[in-house]
């Protein structure tokens, strides 16, 4: 973070954004380099590193204690999907974003996480990377605005038919 300030500021206006990068690649090599000193040391810890095989309950311990972190990811994509919604409110295109995270939180309150789960998997992933890396394509810079409407709309339309076939599951 230090280097990444340091770069940004001292580096003229057309480099600033590759110094960024650079930043990032060093902080990336720096975390994974300083760990190997302390492993090809010599000393008397039982942390080494060795080979390895599989053991479900360890994934399972992480997994359940990585929830935490997992929460906090989640809440700070909640907060930007309300960020997104509140914009869209205000600027238009009000409901449709609204109504996709309804759904997904509707397949939720069914206890259905995995419906739920693939909604938003595609509503905050597929759907938004794809448009916005498709949609400038066609409409320059235009396609860049409205790639988030668009994702959100194609969210609309899988989490309808979610809706529409286990509407019998549910007895909706």
Do not use: H
Request: glycine share 10%; proline share 2%.
């Amino acid at each position: 973070m230090i280097l990444d300030a340091v770069l940004v500021i001292l580096l003229p206006q057309e480099i600033k954004l590759a110094g960024a990068a650079v930043a990032a690649a060093v902080s990336q090599i720096v975390g994974g380099v300083i760990p190997l000193f302390y492993f090809f040391r010599k000393n008397s810890s039982t942390l080494r590193l060795g080979k390895t095989r599989y053991d479900g309950r360890a994934v399972i311990k992480a997994c359940t204690n990585g929830a935490s972190e997992f929460m906090s990811n989640i809440s700070f994509s909640i907060v930007g999907i309300i960020y997104n919604l509140q914009l869209m409110k205000y600027e238009g295109e009000d409901g449709i974003a609204a109504f996709g995270v309804f759904i997904s939180g509707f397949f939720t309150a069914l206890s259905d996480g995995l419906t739920s789960a693939i909604i938003a998997f595609f509503r905050a992933l597929i759907f938004q990377v794809g448009a916005v890396m498709l949609l400038p394509i066609i409409f320059g810079i235009n396609g860049v605005w409205g790639a988030v409407v668009a994702a959100e709309f194609l969210a609309l339309i899988v989490g309808v038919t979610f809706i529409l076939v286990k509407r019998n599951k549910y007895q909706y």
